[in-house]
């Protein structure tokens, strides 16, 4: 697949290189960039539409104070550009390329910014063109200069990589003595560092970027603990040491938006605050909400902390590798500065040589370590070349630390991070396996050797989604080569670019909105590297898709790299690689935490084997009268949408479209509720013109937040009592107050408006975005008044609830005189055009948004709840999942280092690592993946990955004496898919007629579908007693048709 190159770089997007005398200007010599310096649009607010997904993980201020930021990062090899990617997706103030080394075919092997006609040009001035293009909004620049400290002085942030000791100490002094912020990252082979110094006393405004907790209480004693209990319908969650305050707190008043309170957790349900004797006596009611608290931390200067290392564990199986790696690079410059290189792979004397220098950097500093000489000698082996999953890994998380610098947004890493995968080396390597050759895999060859890369070169894998992880993990593979020679990588993903993909799917631009995404990001990496070869589809993937992959279509790949967002998609993709016995790289992100899981054929378990507990639901009653939290009224408001602009308006359409679409309806109170709705949208309440939804959306307002919540007090007043002499109206339950509208309101306009423009659109009416038109319309509109009536039921329990909604009435006569009034200006109504709402959460011109957040917001009002603006709403409303471009990153890069393991085909389960990590904390787990589990009948051992294969179309009969004979089994059920074709409890002449059938016309006269073309093998699921009658659990059949 080519790409036309005039597409990567139009003309229009070329930037002007502007040089100047260096003795005439003060400034740096920097090619111009088009970018304002700016997150925020010409507005001066933040690019919501843009920057969506990472504020749901940042938060505006984090992302303002980000805006004001100046990021200088020196060198521009692999692990510099990641990091300058990731900066700039960010969307900081400025950023700055320094780079005084020329590209060269090493640098191929994961600058994915350099091209084979870049070898020999500078690598920021190269690079800069392509960095720029990523964010509009960051002034990105580049300087071919020296680093300096005059140049230093000048950034919030300053971040070494590919330097030199003395000047990672000379400017980490300067930045130390100036408050300037130093981070220095560095990858040699399969070793990484970072090390960080944010300064004597750096504040930190959020530690670990969770959500504020807050719960009810019921109870406070006035004592010296001041023991605080909560609801038990909810674990409050807190830890010892965090701060509280509260609000909305009966009696003991003085606890209402009392100053932050230290907390002591006793239990699940209970607190202590301290000493509340000198309070008033508790009565009812009240929350709790955590407060986050500034943090100070202190950080020694590089200098000082190369002698007295702090360093961050990354992998608790390698408990002492971190400090004999710290030993391990200060040894490594000393042989640089000795030798002029890194030593080279498995030779003899460089090894003796660093081993030697190991000893005497322990001795020079001090460390007082016990030199590990295996450990330092694998280090000496694995430290030349470059790798670009380690290189995203650290990149990623360097990239991350800048954020925390420049925003004071989550805890930054204490002082050094080392990071290994020494379990990607092939073993028996040679010094002649890993020499270069003036190819652009040199980098790749150093670490792994020639054997290893051409393996890569011949490797067919499916990469399943072409979006965040997927984006980061094409570019991956087109750096080792993934299939450049005889292989093949085929992407599919059935999604088109949007803006909001921007912000962290970097191989997409402004340009390429609307486009296919994976057709784009194959032309995107092909154009990285041209040798690869890639197809991209734009295929879902499930049993619809079965007939595109198919049998031969798994039976050619050697793995699948999973990358979506959906555990449906996830869990078939899963189901397949098992059933094809196929490795899976499954990987997955959210917000700052990310996950890693390895599936190997035969020996782990897969991704389905275990499962997040299912999602918590809001009870119905607690949704439709009894709301307590802003997510309770947005889930009403999206329900809300959901009725009467998607669902409503796709029962007219269908009514209108489809004569058989009333038979396809439950009879009973379903078909009259749908009636009802008919009557009312095609008849009384059909609107003419935009004045009548004006009408229809005030009279919505009314019915919703004035009438129904009247209906409500009518039947529990203010002042009811439950049985048991209780306040009603307490705990969870708020009292409510019905709303009077008020068109000078802009929260109830708000309503209005969105509601008026989306029962136009559904009527196909012209919309109308005037405020001043609207208002004066709707303060005109007469509004009945409005009674509560007695005999209204309103569920109190989800009990009551659930059975009001099974007590719906249904009457035949009266769904038949509703059809009647239908059917009979049918004529008329054909001439509707309908069309029907579906929520879309990322276009901010449809109404949809702007409806749900009104909605949410009055219902909100009428409780007492506090109101939550556009952006939080649409995190609810939409289910997004905050994502940012750092986590992406990191959990690709550990990907792409399981695959080399992979490709070599390793059985050794303690050579993988399954990973969990969360970039806030900083927190790094790894693991080995877990065995399948493994069942057993007789003698008999198997796991997931076992299975009957049976061949040949054969009898029903044949197959149960196949496995009485064989496997001493009695099948007792056999089914396909979810028919049955044979059970015991069956009349005796239907088993016997099926015994006689081949299996292929069988399942085919259960199914009543001829089987298809594609279809090669058929799945049974069986069972079987064993020869004592038991039931055993065993494999599924695999049954290959002729």
Known sequence: MSRDTSELEPVTKKRRVEHFNDSNNDDVEMQQSNGNGSTTATNGDIDESLYSRQLYVLGHEAMRKMAESSILVCGLGGLGVEIAKDIILSGVKAVTLQD?????YEDLSSQFFLRERDIGKNRAEASHPRLVELNEYVSTTCTIEAVTTDLVSKFSVVVLTDSSRDEQLNIGDFCHANNIKFICANTTGVFGNIFCDFGEDFKVIDTNGESVLSVMIAAVTKDGDGIVTCLDEKRHGFEDGDYVTFHEVGGMVELNECTPRKIEVKGPYTFSIGDCSDLSDYTRGGIVTQVKMPTSVHFKSMRDALKDPEILPTDFA????????????????????????????????DNATFVNLCNQVNDKYSLGLEVNAALCEEFANGCSGQLVG?????????????MKACSGKFMPTKQWLYFDCTEVIPQGLKEADCEPSDSRYDGQVLCLGKELNAKIADQKWFVVGAGAIGCELLKNFAMMGVGHNKGMLTVTDMDTIERSNLNRQFLFRSWDVTKMKSDTACNAVKEMNPDINVTSHQNRVGPETEKVYTDSFFADLNGVANALDNVDARSYMDRRCVYYKLPLLESGTLGTKGNVQIVLPHITESYSSSQDPPEKTIPMCTLKNFPNAIEHTIQWARDQFEGLFTKTAENCHKFITEPKFLEKQKSGGALIAILEGLRKDLGTDKPDDFTDCIRWARMLFEENFHNTIAQLLYNFPPDQKTSSGAPFWSGPKRCPAAINFDANNSEHLDFVVAAANLRAYNYSIPTNRSRDFIKGHVTNITVPPFKPR????????????????NDEESDSDKAKSIL????????????????VADFEKDDDTNFHMDFITACSNARASSYRIAAANKHKTKLIAGKIIPAIATTTAVVAGLVSIEMYKMIQGLKDV????????????????????????????????????????????????????IFENEHKLEISMLSQGVCMLYAFFMPADKRKERCGMKLSALVELVTKKKLPAHKRALVLEICCNDSEGEDVDTPYINYSLP
Not at 100 to 104: D, I, N, R
Not at 323 to 346: D, M
Not at 390 to 402: D, L, N, R, Y
Request: hydrophobic residues 35%; contains cysteine.
């Open 820 to 835: 009647g009034e239908l059917n009979a200006k049918m004529d008329q109504l054909r001439s509707l055009n309908i069309q």
């Open 910 to 961: 303690e050579k993988y690592k399954n990973a969990f990590l969360n970039l806030a904390l900083p927190f790094y787990a790894f693991s080995e993946p877990i065995l399948a589990p493994k069942n057993k009948y007789y003698d008999v051992e198997w796991t997931l990955w076992d299975r009957y294969d049976i061949q040949g179309d054969i009898t029903l009969q044949e197959l149960l004496d």
């Open 100 to 104: 005084t080394k020329l590209t060269s």
């Open 318 to 349: 390698k408990w002492e590798q971190p400090y004999q790696h710290h030993i391990c690079y200060l040894a490594l410059v000393e042989f640089q500065k000795s030798a002029g290189r890194n030593p080279k792979p498995y030779n003899a004397e």
């Open 390 to 402: 380690v290189q995203a890994f650290i990149g990623g998380s360097t990239a991350q630390e800048v």
């Open 790 to 805: 007695s005999g209204v039921k309103i569920a109190v329990t989800e009990a009551e609830a659930e059975n009001m909604n």
